[in-house]
């Protein structure tokens, strides 16, 4: 149960990194001082390629072992974006940037990323080819599947690929994972009711969408709870509600918006399909018409049994059997990563953040003691995967 030895040579310039990333956020698509940051170590660790601008922001490198009679290469994949929140953490190196920072560690996986990219590149002790991605749009804006619309696993095919996600209060040192279903499926929903406008006095002369979108939302928890196997993950949550401008005016329009969270894709069927009938039954019996836009984001994120397993080694391999966990339970977030697995086997792991805020709140950080073990990790699994 050790972090290697080279991480501990090179700590010091990796939190030097990860600070200096914390300090610049930068939000979805607009990752270019990061993604070129990146660039630039990686091409000073001597990376064999560097490709930049793939799914308009990512960067692609290419470490080739010392050899390559098994003609295989692994994908490892990091996120690189922050998020819109202005920071509370007080620390020495809180973003710069009013409204951005890093509440999710991206910082912290690029970082781990990019010290196994170099400890990789200067050893070369493996059989095979290493894929390093580092990846834009996480939060929101599907930069997995840009990048793979791109070319990524065209141009750079691998046979695995794998990622790594911090976890707010897991102890330092342990690692969790589940094969299957392990994160869920993020679709947005924007539910228009629509009647006729009116003075408040003359209600009668007006065809009022207010009691429509009252009876609509209650039908919708209804929905959720009475449709839905209970047994079966799902949630749907209507957040935001926006009509009229006057207190003395009836509205003519009520949108709704929200989303809705599945582990499985029968499921997200069936609610996409009930929705639409609902809002339109609904808003019916007022004498108004409901329309429904559902806009499919991420798909459920599906861990592969095989690689999984293969996961678990080489964490135990970094911490001890007894801190590598493999029943974590499933979670109704999204992440994009979903797009990468439906494409290639793989599997996510969660390394533990040790006590902090949890993940997008505006006092969370990434735990600098996690890096070693995260590129203790991400080498040793290179050395599983492909022996030389």
Known sequence: ???????????EALVDFRHDLHRNPELLYEVSRTAGKVADALRAAG???????????????????????????????ADMDALPITEETGAEWASDVV?????????????????????LAESRAFDGTVIVIFQPAEEGGAGARAMIEDG???????????????????????????SGPIMGSVDAVEITISGRGGHAAQPHNAIDPMPATAAV?????AMSARSIDPFEASVVSLCT???GNAFNVIPQEIKITGTVRTLRQEVRDHIESSLGTLVSSVAAGFGCVGRLEYSRHYPVTVNHEAETELAVQAA???????????????TLGGEDFSFMLNEVPGAMINV?????????????????????????????????RLPG
């Not at 064999?48 to 390559?68: A, K, Y």
């Open 1 to 11: 149960m050790a972090i290697e030895n080279w991480v501990s040579r090179e700590i």
């Open 47 to 77: 990376v064999d390629e560097v490709h930049e601008g793939i799914g308009r922001t990512g960067v692609v490198g290419v470490i080739r072992g010392r050899t390559n009679t098994s003609g295989r290469s692994i994908g490892l994949r």
């Open 99 to 119: 409204g951005k920072m890093h509440a999710c560690g991206h910082d912290g996986h690029t970082t781990m990323l990019l010290g196994a990219a170099k400890h």
């Open 152 to 178: 990524l696993f065209k141009n750079w095919p691998c046979n695995e690929v794998y990622g790594m996600h911090n976890r707010p209060n897991l102890p330092l040192g342990q690692f969790t994972i589940a």
């Open 217 to 221: 939302i209650q039908a919708v928890q």
């Open 241 to 243: 509600i926006e009509g």
């Open 316 to 330: 135990r391999a970094v911490v001890g059997e007894e801190n590598v966990f493999t029943d974590m339970p499933p």
């Open 352 to 384: 533990g953040n040790g006590p902090s805020a949890q993940l997008h709140h505006p006092a969370y950080d990434f735990n600098d003691e996690v890096i070693g073990w995260g590129c203790s990790y991400w080498t040793e699994l290179v050395r599983q």
